[in-house]
């Protein structure tokens, strides 16, 4: 009995700890969201005025993208937070594809920094 009491005190500020930073977490989710939302706002107005295959249109649209992944980080984080489970992916991962997708939101950058970005599958260059 004295070992449950020990054993459970021992436990209580790790508990409260987690339950801190669950907090926390769902805190931060909440605050981040709302400023997502705006920032996609922003770039939708944007959009109107550039031309889709202009390279403003193209960088606003890689930038809604990116906007988009970090809404569903922040989604993610407020799931793991609350004790939802988080959905797994039904069908398989096309890993070049996401590979190719994080390059070319990069090579923009990479250009102005007089770097060349080049993604393989490990034989021949998918892309330059």
Avoid: C, K, Y
């Avoid at 977490?25 to 909440?30: E, I, K, L």
């Avoid at 922040?74 to 991962?93: D, K, R």
């Amino acid at each position: 009995m004295i070992g449950w009491f020990s054993a459970r005190s021992a436990i209580e500020p790790l508990g409260e700890a987690m339950a801190l930073q669950r907090r926390f977490v769902q805190d931060a989710s909440h605050e981040l969201r709302t400023p997502l939302a705006i920032l996609d706002a922003r770039i939708q107005l944007a959009q109107r005025d550039a031309p889709p295959e202009s390279e403003p249109g193209q960088s606003l649209a890689r930038i809604r993208q990116d906007t988009s992944t970090l809404t569903a980080i922040v989604n993610e984080l407020l799931l793991a937070a609350t004790g939802g489970a988080a959905q797994t992916p039904s069908e398989p991962i096309d890993v070049a594809a996401v590979v190719e997708s994080v390059a070319e939101s990069v090579r923009t950058i990479a250009r102005h920094q007089e770097v060349r970005l080049e993604v393989t599958d490990g034989s021949r260059p998918l892309a330059g």
